[in-house]
Each structure stands twice: as C-alpha cells, then as structure tokens.
C-alpha cells in the first residue's frame, strides 16, 4: 500500500475564528483507497477537503498529495491531482451543453482540441452519460448533474476524485445511483483512483474501503465501516446517524433480547432473526 | 383562521399560449385536513413543488380551483387578493438560509411580521418568541446573520417564518444538508409547534421515515397528478403498488418486508418501535397466530 496523501500534524484557523476547524490531524490515505469521512456540521470535514485540494493552506503541519507537498509554489500541479465535487450541482455549471461543460476545466489548461474531444467522450461514457452530450445541463435531474460534475474532473485525468457531500441535494433514487457509480468507477480504475466521500449518508459511508470520523475539528475514529458502525453509543455522541440495523438490535436489548455483539447489516441481521425465531 | 385546503380539478402549464408551454399539473383533486400533518411525497419532477406553489398563490392554476380557508383561488383570481391570505401561511423553502437579509439576526426575523403591519414592539415580541423556539440565544440576536454556523442560519430563517404565526406551515425538505442531530431537532421542532398552535403542516419530502414518524395523511404525486391519497399505514400496506410506483418505504417496514421473504410475517410495521416489539414477542416464543 502506498500512501498518496498524507496530512502531518495539520492545524487550521479561519481568520476571524479564536478556536481552530481543524486541529492537529495527522492521517494516511493510500493509493487506490475509498475513505469515507463523516462528522456532524461544523466539525471539519469540509475544512479538511479544501485543504486537500489547496484551497485552503494549513497554519501549521504539512500536507503532501502524491509526494508533492501542499504549497503556494506547487498549488496547480495539486489541483491537476485533486479533482472535487461539491453539494450543490447548480453552482458548478458553466458550458451551455453536457460536452462543453466536461470540456471547460481542460480549455483552462490548454489542452489540444484533438486530445479533449477523446477525453470528453470517454469522461462521458464513463458516468453513461454520452446519449447526454448535446442537452442543457440545467435541464438534467439532480442524478445527471452530478455525473457530469463527475466527468468534467474525470476529464481531468486525477488521481484523487473528492466528493464533499455530493449526494446530499439528491433523491433517494439519486443517492443510490450516484453510489453505484463510484463503485463502477472504482472497479474500472482501480488504483488509478482515490476516492474521498464527506457524507451524512450511512450507505455511501458504508460503502466505502474505510471511514474516518472528525469530531470538532480532530480525527477521532479510523476504521472499517463494519467497526466504526457497530458503535451506536459513540456515532450517538459524536451527532451521527446509527444503521437502522445497529438501532434494531439496541431496541431488542432494551426487550431483553440477547442480540450479537459484532456488527451486523441488513441482511445478516434479518438472517440471525430468521435462524433464531426458526428454531423456537 | 380555518385552513384546510382543497384541489378540485387542478390544472397547471409552464408558459400557456406560447410554444414553450409545458404541463405541471393535470387533474389535480386532493384535500389537505385542517391541523394535521400531510406529508407530499413522490418522485423529483412530479409535480409537488409546483402544487406548493399553489398554496402561497406564487402560481395561480390554469384550470380547476384551489380553496383555502373561505378563499377560492383560479385562474381568474388577482394575486393582490391573495395578500391577506399569505399573512396566514409561512413557507420554509429548501435551504432557507439563503433568504437571510438583513444586518442583524433579530432584524431579520423582525421583517415579516413588520412586512405584514406588526408594529415595532409587536415583531420585535414575536422574533423573541421565535428565536427562543428554534434554540437561538440572545448573545445571538445583534450578531449578523452571515456569521453564524450553517444549523444556526438554518434556524434563524425559521424563526423568520414562525414568527409571522403561521396558520399553515408549509416545509419544503427543510432538513436537506443538516447532520442527523440536527435534523431531529428542527423535526421535533415542527411537531411541537403543529401540535401547540394546532395548525397545518404540509411536508415535502423524500425521507419515508419522516412520513412513517411524523404525518397524519400523506399525498403522493406522480407525473403532475395525485395518484394517491391516505394514513401512512394505508399507503405502506400496498406493497406491490410501492414497487411499481419505485417509492421507497420506512426502514422498518423494509426490514420486515425482507424477514417476510424468509417467512416471518410482521404486521402493520412502520416504526423500528413496532417492529422490536413484535420481534421480541417472537423470539420469546410468543407464537403470534392473527
């Protein structure tokens, strides 16, 4: 496993502000690794992505993404590396049709006409979104236009895809779809991309290789969905959302039920119901 | 002031008479019951904000009739009469925050009641009360509201809604983008105030468990029209029209649907309240035989 962003000891202040967004944070993410980071409003999670992608500059601590280190001098070849997407897919829209739109970030580095045609078509085919490329972006459901949010920083060729609460606007269907899409781009890319999802959303946290917790601006948990989930007590405190399954389990004990301790899903859950109330 | 609401025959065209027309709503015929909580559910591009636009008279309907209250709304109707109206009904759109104006916090949530004839000492009263509701602390009332948090700014603009006493609330997704505490609290903070003041609530939403939890009735809107109307226990029961219609249902009620594929059958479950209680009866070996 190599590490391909590494944060050292990161402190951050915005001006005005006595009490840090973030402090002290010193993590590890490696090449290829979907992180999940979740955390209640105001506890850092999106401080954390702007500074990922320079947007921001730490006040104390290094930062380095793919051996480059977060400064003003190597800011552009950071954000060639680190491509996000934010919540609201209105606000990102610039081209008159899909293709100009996924287009626009590579006219902004003058990249060959030739060149950007192929790397249009291909963004696009990647989110499905080819049968798109001629309509009005701001004529797409909420779903469409984050894919092709998507696909203008797929264009972009990067390392590291970073979606700061890119589901939150969504419908269900959209959630769902948009998830699912990460998991195809994932499967197609494999290393070649890092992944990078600030969510609420317990099924896109769950999806992802591990999950990081920020609590008033520190990292407070790191650790596989299945361990991070199984602790209702703590997501609890820390002003997280509990799996519906971990909540069922808690309302049986409450019943005097004796329920197991490891973490269950859905389906392992309703599996352990069935198989006990079977053999009654 | 009386407020139950009713579409009788409603029709609604983006742009009438032009090429550009495009149909919103057709055939729109629903009641919204007076002091209840109606949750309005249904697929983005259904028609549910369009309806809700109806309510505050922002779009007045190309066919049919709204009747809310003893005014009756067509297309007839000049948006002038339907002032007085608006003085009843309070309106929280998604992220409501971005309606924030005015220079200080209290200021802000003065402005409606003053819009519609307050006096000073009345709205400034009334924004007290309301900031007081949403948990807002007086340390906060000169502050501008730009400086707040995201949760606070939310809130403020609540307040601004709420202290104009609505008779009819009317929630757009009112908790999209709030972390889960924070979407309990303003949850809980609307049933209470349905509940004290006894008004009308009306909910937009996509979160099945808000319908479950919280509505007496629930709307659902598809393709611009209403397909169907009823307590939530009723329109959960169906669940091969839920599946054909692609609309989710509470997670309860999911988790018991997939407990039935394996043979266990629950009833009536639409809260994790009612399904631990029927679980634990189970696994204590109490054979339920209804």
Avoid at chain 1, 107 to 122: C, H, K, L
Avoid at chain 1, 168 to 187: F, N, Q, S, W, Y
Avoid at chain 2, 278 to 283: E, N, S
């Amino acid at each position: 496993m190599t590490p391909i962003i590494s944060l050292s000891h990161v402190t951050y202040a915005y001006p005005n502000s006595d009490v840090p967004a973030l402090r002290d944070l010193s993590l590890t993410i490696n090449k290829g690794e979907w992180v999940a980071i979740i955390g209640h409003n105001g506890s850092g999670k999106s401080t954390f992505a702007k500074l990922l992608n320079y947007l921001l500059a730490p006040d104390e601590g290094e930062i380095t993404v793919n051996d480059v280190v977060a400064t003003e001098e190597n800011m552009w070849t950071i954000r060639d590396m680190v491509g996000m997407v934010f919540q609201n897919p209105d606000n990102q829209f610039v081209g008159a049709t899909v293709a100009d739109d996924v287009a626009f970030g590579m006219e902004n580095r003058g990249v060959p006409r030739d060149e950007m045609i192929t790397r249009v078509d291909a963004a696009l085919e990647e989110v499905q979104m080819m049968p798109f490329a001629d309509r009005e972006p701001a004529r797409l459901s909420g779903g469409q236009k984050q894919r092709v949010a998507i696909a203008s920083v797929l264009a972009l060729q990067p390392k590291i895809l970073i979606l700061d609460e890119a589901t939150a606007m969504l419908d269900p269907t959209g959630r769902r779809e948009m998830i699912a899409l990460v998991h195809e781009l994932k499967a197609h890319m494999g290393d070649d991309l890092t992944v990078i999802s600030i969510t609420h959303d317990i099924d896109e946290a769950a999806s992802a290789d591990r999950v990081m917790v920020i609590n008033d601006g520190e990292l407070v948990e790191t650790g596989l969905p299945a361990e991070v989930f199984a602790n209702a007590d703590q997501l609890r405190r820390f002003g997280l959302a509990v799996p519906f399954a971990e909540q069922l389990k808690e309302q049986l004990r409450l019943r005097g039920i004796e329920v197991p301790n490891e973490y269950l899903t859905t389906e392992g859950l309703v599996t352990w119901l069935w198989q006990s109330i079977s053999t009654k | 002031m009386v407020m139950a609401i009713n579409f009788d025959q409603v029709g609604f065209t983006y742009q009438p008479n032009t090429p550009f027309a495009t149909p919103g709503l057709h055939d729109v015929s629903f009641e919204i019951p007076e002091g209840k909580f109606t949750a309005v559910i249904g697929h983005t591009g259904s028609g549910k904000s369009t309806m809700v636009q109806h309510l505050d008279g922002l779009v007045l309907p190309t066919t049919g009739k709204v009747t809310m209250g003893n005014q009756v709304v067509t297309a007839e109707t000049k948006l002038k009469e339907l002032n007085e109206m608006r003085a009843h009904i309070g309106l929280v759109f998604q992220f409501p925050e971005a309606q924030l104006f005015e220079q200080t916090v209290l200021k802000d949530v003065m402005f409606g009641p003053k819009n519609f004839g307050a006096s000073e000492e009345d709205a400034q009263a009334a924004a007290e009360a309301a900031l007081k509701k949403v948990a807002i602390s007086p340390d906060l009332y000169e502050r501008s509201p730009f400086e707040l948090s995201g949760g606070q700014m939310r809130r403020v603009a609540i307040a601004g809604v709420i202290a104009m006493a609505p008779d009819l609330l009317i929630l757009d997704e009112p908790t999209a983008g709030l972390d889960p505490q924070g979407q309990r609290e303003l949850m809980t903070l609307f049933t209470d105030l349905q509940k004290e003041r006894q008004i009308t609530v009306v909910l937009i939403t996509h979160q099945m468990e808000y319908v479950a939890q919280y509505a007496d009735h629930v709307v659902v809107f598809e393709h611009g029209t209403v397909v169907k109307s009823g307590a939530p226990a009723t329109i959960f029961a169906d669940e091969e029209w839920l599946h054909e219609k692609q609309l989710d249902v509470p997670a309860a009620k999911q988790f018991a649907d997939a407990l039935a594929e394996k043979g266990i059958q629950l009833h009536n479950v639409l809260d994790i309240d009612q399904l631990a209680d029927q679980l634990a009866a189970r696994l204590n070996g109490e054979v339920d035989h209804v």
